[in-house]
Structures are given as C-alpha cells and as structure tokens.
C-alpha cells in the first residue's frame, strides 16, 4: 500500500504556481519523498525528490516540514503541458523495488 | 532522443492467446522494471531485472514472465491473457537499485477482446 495522501484533483491557472500537497505521516527516517508525475498516455517522469532539506530544479521546488510528515510539490509557474497526474511516493533511497504509487493528483492547468 | 522505447504502443491480443511485450533501452541500465496500470489506476511494479537476476514481486500473477536476453533488451511475456489483463504495461529503467530516477518507457497499452 501507498505511504502518502494526495488530493485527488486540483486546478490551477496558467502562469500561477501550482502547490501540491503530500500527506507521508509515517515516514521512517531513511525514506526519501520522491515525484513524478504522468502527463496523459505517457509514462511517468521523474521531477525532484529530496530527505529533509527543500530542494529545486529546473522543474520544481520540493518544500518538505521540519517533521517531515507533509511536503508541498511547486510548480512556480503552471503551464498547460504541465497538466498530469503527480505522485508523491516514500521510499528507501537504496531500494528502488519500493517505488509504491499512490493514486496521485491530477492537475488541470486552465487557461 | 528515445531512451526507453517499447514496442508497440498498442497490442491487441486475443482471451488465451500468449502474448509479448517488448521494451529496449539506450542507456546501458542495469536494472529493468516492468509495471502494469490498469485505467484510472496507478503503475503497480510486477517484475524487475538487476543485470541477469530476475525478481518477482509476491503478487505478481504466474501469468505474467519475463525475460532478458541482453543489456538492451527485456521482454513482457502473459502466457494466457485475461480481460482483467488489459491495462497500459510500462517499462524502466535505472543504473542501480539506489538511483533516485527511474526512466519510463511511453508503455504498451494491451487489449484483450
């Protein structure tokens, strides 16, 4: 079963930032929070992951509490081809056989 | 440039009758993955290949094999299809168990009539 909880759907508009939140309230200390997202009949792509400090690409900006139980996906500025669905997944970072997906969230950039 | 190419997008097959999947990499991957995603669903790892080790997941039906003959290549065998069979069949790639990112094939999406 998936470690996390996501919303099922959110909206954004075009140009906004997109925030996507991620429930992991039973992440061990070893586990890393991972995304990726699926952009429709494509498979999925890796976008940022990170421990415990916030992380940034040339994607994304991966905010992650102090606790660690939550994180917050940012996309700074939402654009129509960024309409997926994103899965927040918690895995151990030598175990790449534990890639557990949750049912995710489906964005829908809106002009 | 295609990394992860599988072949073909889309496979009809009949109930019972075997059918392969095929999936080639680039990159000179270690490891491969196959994962299946049923409509509306998330992708659900089945197998995976570290080199020449194969791995099953405890779930994974007996009617799904798999085989690596080489580096590049790894195929999807489902020896007696089932409607509840039809799904998208992705496959992976990473250099080791331990790289953060899994590269994604565009998937197979398999009907069964």
């Known amino acids: 079963d998936a470690k996390t909880t996501q919303p099922t759907s959110m909206d954004c508009a075009e140009g906004r930032a997109a925030n996507l939140p991620c429930n992991h309230s039973?992440?061990?200390?070893?586990?890393?929070v991972y995304w990726y997202r699926q952009i429709h009949s494509q498979g999925p792509q890796y976008i940022i992951h990170?421990?415990?400090n916030n992380e940034t690409n040339e994607m994304a900006s991966l905010i992650i509490t102090e606790d660690r139980k939550s994180s917050t996906l940012i996309l700074p500025h939402a654009t129509l081809r960024d309409t997926a669905v994103y899965y927040c997944?918690?895995?151990?970072?030598?175990?790449?056989?534990?890639?557990?997906f949750g049912a995710g969230t489906r964005l829908t950039v809106k002009p | 440039d295609a990394m992860v190419i599988q072949n073909p997008r889309y496979q009809v097959t009949q109930f019972g009758k075997p059918v392969t999947l095929s999936c080639s990499q680039t990159?000179?991957?270690?490891?491969m993955y196959w994962y299946q995603q049923k409509s509306s669903q998330a992708p659900k790892l089945l197998f995976h290949?570290?080199?020449?080790?194969?791995?099953n997941e405890a779930d994974t039906p007996d009617n799904f094999q798999s085989r690596r003959p080489n580096t590049s290549f790894c195929f999807l065998d489902i020896r007696s299809p089932g409607l509840g069979d039809a799904a998208m069949y992705l496959c992976?790639?990473?250099?080791?168990?331990?790289?953060?990112?899994?590269?994604f094939g565009p998937g197979t999406r398999l009907t069964v009539t």
């Open positions: 997944i918690v895995r151990v970072a030598y175990n790449n056989n534990d890639m557990r």
């Open positions: 039973t992440i061990s200390g070893n586990e890393y």
């Open positions: 990170g421990l415990k």
């Open positions: 990159l000179n991957h270690n490891v």
């Open positions: 290949y570290y080199d020449k080790d194969f791995n």
């Open positions: 992976a790639t990473t250099q080791t168990l331990n790289s953060y990112e899994q590269y």
